[in-house]
């Protein structure tokens, strides 16, 4: 197994944006960090008791669904509800997204992945717009029916 190099004099600093280094090094552990970000892009949905109270009274919203399935911060979770907002609205490119909600591109990146391993978001890629997906409600509801069957046997 390959190990990683890493700079014998000097520092490491983050810079805010990503890792920075000598000679290069911060740009292979900027990737690898990054790589490891896109690895674990992915919604590990949390049932809520109160949920489905809220549900029935009409009060769950957006952000309690992005909650529910990400850890993101405030900033984050708007630019996810701002991205699945527009996308309800219709398909939209990775360029259009980036200029209506003026976001980082890797930022974006990031969050579109996440949203499009959860099954929330579909498409995507050289040329192919994003649009929703069912695949997140298919998941779910898969789930649930095998929790009823399961508790019946």
Do not use: H
Not at 46 to 72: E, I, Q
Not at 108 to 137: D, N, P
């Amino acid at each position: 197994m390959p190990r990683a190099v890493f700079p014998k004099r000097g520092r490491m600093r983050s810079a805010g944006k990503g890792i920075t280094g000598i000679k290069g090094r911060g740009r292979f552990l900027a990737s690898v960090v990054y790589a490891l970000q896109k690895s674990k892009s992915a919604a590990f949905y949390r049932v809520k008791a109160g949920d489905a109270g809220k549900a029935r009274a009409g009060v769950f919203t957006l952000y309690d669904l992005l909650d529910n399935c990400f850890s993101l911060s405030a900033e984050r979770k708007r630019l996810a509800a701002g991205v699945l907002e527009r996308l309800k609205a219709g398909p939209a490119s990775f360029a259009e997204l980036r200029s209506e909600l003026e976001a980082n591109k890797s930022t974006l990146y990031l969050l579109l992945e996440a949203l499009r391993q959860s099954g929330l978001v579909q498409g995507g890629g050289r040329g192919k717009r994003f649009t929703l997906s069912q695949g997140f409600s298919e998941c779910l509801e898969s789930s649930a029916s095998w929790w009823r069957d399961w508790v019946k046997r």
